[in-house]
T-cell receptor, first 113, second 113 residues
Framework: GDSVTQMEGPVTLSEEAFLTINCTYT??????LFWYVQYPGEGLQLLLK?????DKGSNKGFEATYRKETTSFHLEKGSVQVSDSAVYFC????????????FGKGTTLSVSS | KAGVTQTPRYLIKTRGQQVTLSCSPI?????VSWYQQTPGQGLQFLFE???????NKGNFPGRFSGRQFSNSRSEMNVSTLELGDSALYLC????????????FGSGTRLTVV
């Protein structure tokens, strides 16, 4: 079945460092891809999305490009801040999953000043 | 505009009891989904309702059920609670479907003792 694999965390960075969180997927057809972020004690917030190959989603300095050839959707940010500390989830929706989102396990990011 | 509201925020129940969780979606959103979040299994899809009809269902036992009312508010019910049902239950709403991007509530933290 469809699945999402994220890099294991935690990821620990200093402020202003470059961030990459890897995400690869397995799905038939052409899934839509998402990144969600969860801050402590809160629900998930949609960070960005891409619905077709080569689309780039971007928001708040974060970017991810839908790469069908490598089945990847890596999250990047050029300069992280302490306030970016959170858990990041990669997710997909597909014809097989119907109206459900399939999530990766999540990657914890900790940024220190 | 108001976000997705889940009540209660915290709940402690005893094994064998049943529980009802409530979710009020963003005004105008017709799709409401429920997810279970645990440290071991991560985020797992429970079910999705659209215009009072269950449109999709995840792989959970029949003890887990839900419904949606004409005003799009949704409830989920868990009967005969087990210790393993302890989790954060997240509700998410969307205009029509997952591809629009879900907005999640802050969740209900259920502890079964």
């Amino acid at each position: 079945g469809d699945s999402v694999t994220q890099m294991e965390g935690p990821v620990t960075l200093s402020e202003e460092a470059f961030l990459t969180i890897n995400c690869t997927y397995t799905a038939t057809g052409y899934p839509s891809l998402f990144w969600y972020v969860q801050y402590p004690g809160e629900g998930l917030q949609l960070l960005l999305k891409a619905t077709k190959a080569d689309d780039k989603g971007s928001n708040k300095g974060f970017e991810a490009t839908y790469r069908k050839e490598t089945t990847s959707f890596h999250l990047e940010k050029g300069s992280v801040q302490v306030s970016d500390s959170a858990v990041y989830f990669c997710a997909l929706s597909s014809n097989q999953a119907g109206t459900a989102l399939i999530f990766g396990k999540g990657t914890t990011l900790s940024v220190s000043s | 505009k108001a976000g997705v509201t889940q009540t209660p925020r915290y709940l402690i129940k005893t094994r064998g009891q049943q529980v009802t969780l409530s979710c009020s979606p963003i005004s105008g959103h017709r799709s409401v989904s429920w997810y279970q979040q645990t440290p071991g299994q991560g985020l797992q899809f429970l079910f999705e309702y659209f215009s009072e009809t269950q449109r999709n269902k995840g792989n959970f036992p029949g003890r887990f059920s839900g419904r949606q009312f004409s005003n799009s508010r949704s409830e989920m019910n868990v009967s005969t609670l087990e210790l393993g049902d302890s989790a954060l239950y997240l509700c998410a709403s969307a205009l029509e479907s997952v591809n629009y991007g879900y907005t999640f509530g802050s969740g209900t933290r259920l502890t079964v003792v």
